[in-house]
């Protein structure tokens, strides 16, 4: 079984420029999540996907934007992007909604935006 | 507004030494959730809590709950070198059925030999 992997792993882009990052959720997981997390902090809820449909969204301007697929894997994008989203973006996935499921956390794509 | 606070942020302690750390929340929450990030990793799921009174153990980790308090511990027995971390509690926002975490700002523990 793999875990949940995540694409590209560090990124470098500047000011103005759009972003995809991509993330493969843990086999038969339907629910995945996307989460920033900056230098020294914890990690803040962007937003949700379960079955293709977004499900909750976080404090993040619509400038950020996701999608998942039918095979349950899940893109974020930023447009316009602008310094302070230079961080550690995780997805997590789960097996369902239920509130006892774990959430398994991808490595993270780290990007850089100068 | 649903707010998660650590204390400490910071701790430093030697190894074979016990030490509890604390997750406050600001709003009625019944499932709380414990995470372990090592540096320049992701998130490891230490413990899932979602009663009041729940009480986990994995290890030299106990992690518990009260939801009364809107309190979690976790506590750290006989702590070893490979358990310096940062430790992330979670609180969910309890929008319908979905896990929609806010985090706290993280406790990072080193444990010195």
């Known amino acids: 079984e793999t875990g949940v992997t995540q694409s590209p792993t560090h990124l470098i882009k500047t000011r103005g420029q759009q972003v995809t990052l991509r993330c493969s959720s843990q086999s038969g997981h339907n629910t995945v999540s996307w989460y920033q997390q900056a230098l020294g902090q914890g990690p803040q809820f962007i937003f949700q996907?379960?079955?293709?449909?977004?499900?909750g969204r976080g404090n993040f301007p619509p400038r950020f934007s996701g999608l998942q697929f039918p095979n349950y894997s899940s893109e974020l994008n930023v447009n316009a992007l602008e310094l302070d989203d230079s961080a550690l973006y995780l997805c997590?996935?789960?097996?369902?909604?239920?509130?006892?499921?774990?959430?398994?956390f991808g490595p993270g794509t780290r990007l850089l935006v100068l | 507004e649903l707010k998660v606070e650590q204390n400490p942020l910071f701790l430093s302690m030697q190894e074979g030494k016990n030490y509890t750390i604390y997750c406050n929340y600001s709003?009625?929450?019944?499932?709380l959730y414990w995470y372990r990030q090592d540096p320049g990793k992701s998130l490891e799921s230490l413990f899932v809590l979602l009663s009041n009174g729940a009480v986990k153990q994995e290890g030299r980790l106990m992690a518990s709950l009260d939801t009364k308090a809107r309190l979690s511990t976790l506590h750290i027995t006989a702590a070893v070198h490979d358990l310096s971390a940062t430790y992330f509690c979670?609180?969910?926002?309890?929008?319908?059925?979905?896990?929609?975490?806010?985090f706290g700002k993280g406790m990072k523990l080193t444990v010195n030999p």
């Open positions: 709003t009625t929450s019944d499932r």
């Open positions: 997590a996935s789960s097996l369902s909604l239920a509130a006892q499921e774990t959430q398994y």
């Open positions: 979670a609180v969910d926002r309890g929008q319908g059925g979905s896990e929609k975490l806010v």
């Open positions: 996907y379960y079955r293709e449909e977004e499900n």
